[in-house]
């Protein structure tokens, strides 16, 4: 292969958070992206995601901070109440002293503004192609670079494949394999217009509800005039991993027993998608030779800690930097990309399914859940929190 990393191509498989941010990150070293998107037009579906100052600091290294600062909110705290008795149990200040400890702010944002964040800088990029509506098939790794098949016979070729393509990924299955779990763990998310948001609730904050088997979540989006409403329960059926329409019904029937305050949430919304969700155990490699992975295509993971995204963003940032480090070789890039990501990623991965459980808890457990950060301070929670809020682009390269 060239040395010139102006002349490396590489295929990036998916057009959500990660594709992007990965396309983005490697024209930065110089190499032409060809990503190759299945939906008809590049887009995102959902409501609201939350960002951590890792997750800003990834979107700085970008290029898309600033426009991505425009359209989220900015939090004054992390709080989790009890759903059953409606105790506060925690409550993390996310203020001036936060945002000077990790270098950054904690934001909330609606899925589809950070993807048209990064999608702004992506389409001013020249060295970017993109080609939609293309359902990929095959992938085949070859000595000298990579050929990757859509279901209409088209042949694309390049330098190297970068897998995107989420927790279903073509390209995971066709080199390393599928190996996603459906958790039991069903995800009901909506919109709330501010004006049938109840005023109580109305906290400039994630604000989560912690109950027996299930919880809830709220924060506001778009400057205040929406609110983002997460609903999560332990199915009581065998789920396949999807995405649907949902029903109150549903919802109402597995919050029982849950205080008033929080309840009242669940009539609000006019409708709901509901999401079946899957995450994975973590594996000792993403990839071989002129392959890798990035983002749920990578470490799907649940949504109890909030860092899917940010996850991927990083990826894409440490992505970039391991070309830098080795100039046109892609092969040691990704070896290298790998070593860095796969521990701190499975990291994140059991951290949050140990996160699902704390707030899942019920009986003794509850009691010991609202215990744990009695007393602590500020301090101690930021502490607590570094080894993830701490990343940065100048770090990347280092495990944490």
């Not at 332990?234 to 999807?242: D, F, I, K, L, P």
């Not at 329409?245 to 929080?262: A, T």
């Not at 993971?301 to 894409?316: H, K, T, V």
């Amino acid at each position: 292969m060239s040395g010139q990393k102006a002349k490396q191509k590489i295929i990036v498989v998916g057009g959500g958070i990660g594709g992007l941010a990965a396309a983005l990150s490697l024209t930065r070293q110089g190499i032409e992206v060809l990503l190759l998107e299945q939906a008809a037009q590049i887009g995102e579906i959902g409501a609201g995601i939350q960002l951590g100052p890792n997750a800003f600091n990834a979107l700085d290294a970008l290029g898309a901070g600033e426009a991505t600062r425009q359209r989220a909110v900015f939090t004054d705290h992390i709080i989790m109440m009890d759903a059953v008795d409606g105790a506060e149990v925690v409550r993390i200040e996310t203020d001036d002293k936060f945002r000077q400890r990790f270098g950054g702010a904690y934001g909330v944002i609606h899925r589809a503004d950070i993807h048209l964040s990064i999608l702004e800088a992506v389409q001013h990029d020249p060295l970017i192609q993109f080609k939609t509506s293309v359902h990929v098939n095959d992938v085949k790794i070859k000595a000298d670079g990579v050929e990757v098949t859509d279901t209409n016979g088209n042949v694309y070729r390049a330098d190297a494949v970068i897998g995107c393509d989420g927790t279903k990924s073509v390209v995971r299955e066709k080199t390393i394999g599928r190996h996603h779990t459906v958790t039991g763990h069903v995800v009901y998310r909506a919109v709330v217009d501010v004006e049938n948001m109840p005023k109580d609730l109305q906290v400039n904050a994630p604000m989560l509800w912690a109950g027996p088997r299930c919880h809830l979540v709220h924060y506001p989006l778009r400057g205040g005039q929406q609110y983002n409403l997460v609903v999560t329960f332990h199915s009581r059926n065998q789920e396949e991993w999807g995405v649907t329409d949902g029903s109150k019904e549903e919802v109402l029937s597995y919050f029982e027993g849950i205080h008033p305050r929080p309840r009242q949430m669940l009539d609000r919304p006019t409708s709901w998608r509901r999401w079946a969700t899957a995450d994975a155990d973590p594996v000792d490699e993403w990839g071989t030779g002129l392959c890798t992975l990035l983002g749920d295509a990578a470490h799907p993971m649940a949504q109890y800690m909030a860092q899917g995204a940010c996850m991927a963003l990083e990826d894409a940032v440490t992505l970039g930097e391991a070309v830098a480090r080795c100039p046109g070789d892609l092969d040691a890039a990704f070896r290298l990309y790998e070593s860095i990501r796969v521990p701190r990623t499975a990291r994140v991965v059991w951290s949050t399914r140990e996160m699902g459980r704390i707030y899942h808890a019920k009986g003794v457990e509850r009691t010991v859940r609202n215990l744990l950060w009695k007393g602590k301070t500020q301090e101690q929670f930021y502490s607590g929190l570094e080894w993830l809020y701490g990343w940065r682009k100048e770090n990347c390269l280092e495990p944490r």
